[in-house]
């Protein structure tokens, strides 16, 4: 995935398990409808026992780069290496996360021309992406805050689509996730039940960054004609061979 959606108006979407304050946050977190490698995002997360919700920029930077930014394609991270991966080993042990989403974009490849769709819950609710975080820097001075989504084989995704996408946790399960011991975090992740999904086609015009508004999400027939994609940079994103 290279798309996600942040959009939340309403707290009483969200469920009791977790904190008041952490579900009014998510309320008032800026609405995005594109958000991409680079951007920052919404984030949530657990230090000293402690809810947290920070902004992140989307593209995990390891504590150990010289520079606040990394070489490496670092928007996603596949469950079963991460946990020896040398990029994410570290997050793994002691900051992991969970990215509220209302859904995300994924590419049909194999139509032509190629068509997005967007994926989100059959029933509507907010949909929490396990992740990985990372803080770059001092946390006194200057530092960078930073996140990558954890993917994984996912049968819950619908045709025509490739079955590989984020892994979600249930929202009363999001604790039990940020506290588990990093030997056992895998295993209890892999055993929860994944949401039903639901997909419908989308505007190409997703691929352009500029774009950032609820339009995006307007369903269209398949391979609509007047949906062309304009810019060199635009095509290169879906050139990019990302399993979406």
């Known amino acids: 995935m290279r798309r996600f959606v942040q959009a939340f108006a309403d707290p009483a979407g969200f469920s009791p398990a977790l904190p008041p304050t952490v579900r009014e946050l998510l309320a008032l977190s800026p609405a995005h409808y594109n958000l991409g490698k680079g951007d920052d995002a919404a984030v949530l997360f657990v230090v ?3 809810w947290k919700i920070a902004t992140m920029r989307w593209g995990l930077v390891p504590s150990w780069e010289p520079e606040p930014s990394t070489r490496y394609s670092t928007q996603t991270a596949r ?3 991460a946990p020896r991966s040398r990029l994410y080993r570290r997050a793994w042990a002691s900051r992991r996360c969970v990215v509220p989403m209302n859904g995300y974009y994924k590419w049909d490849r194999e139509a032509r021309p190629r068509q997005p769709y967007f994926i989100q819950a059959r029933s509507g609710e907010p949909l929490f992406a396990a992740g990985l975080w990372s803080l770059w820097g001092d946390p006194a001075g200057d530092n960078l805050l930073s996140f990558s989504l954890l993917t994984h084989e996912n049968a819950a995704i619908p045709p025509p689509l490739f079955p590989d996408g984020p892994w979600f946790l249930p929202q009363p399960a ?3 996730w940020l506290a588990a011991d990093a030997r056992a975090a895998s ?3 892999l055993g929860f039940v994944q949401p039903a999904l639901e997909a419908y086609p989308v505007t190409r015009r997703v691929a352009d960054r500029r774009r950032d ?3 995006l999400l307007e369903p269209v027939p398949v391979g609509s004609e007047d949906d062309a994609i304009a810019g060199p940079e635009d095509m290169a994103f879906l050139d990019e061979d990302d399993g979406d």
């Open 213 to 215: 508004d609820y339009a």
């Open 79 to 81: 469950l079963e290496r």
């Open 187 to 189: 295993r209890l992740l």
């Open 174 to 176: 999001i604790a039990q």
């Open 48 to 50: 000293d026992a402690h």
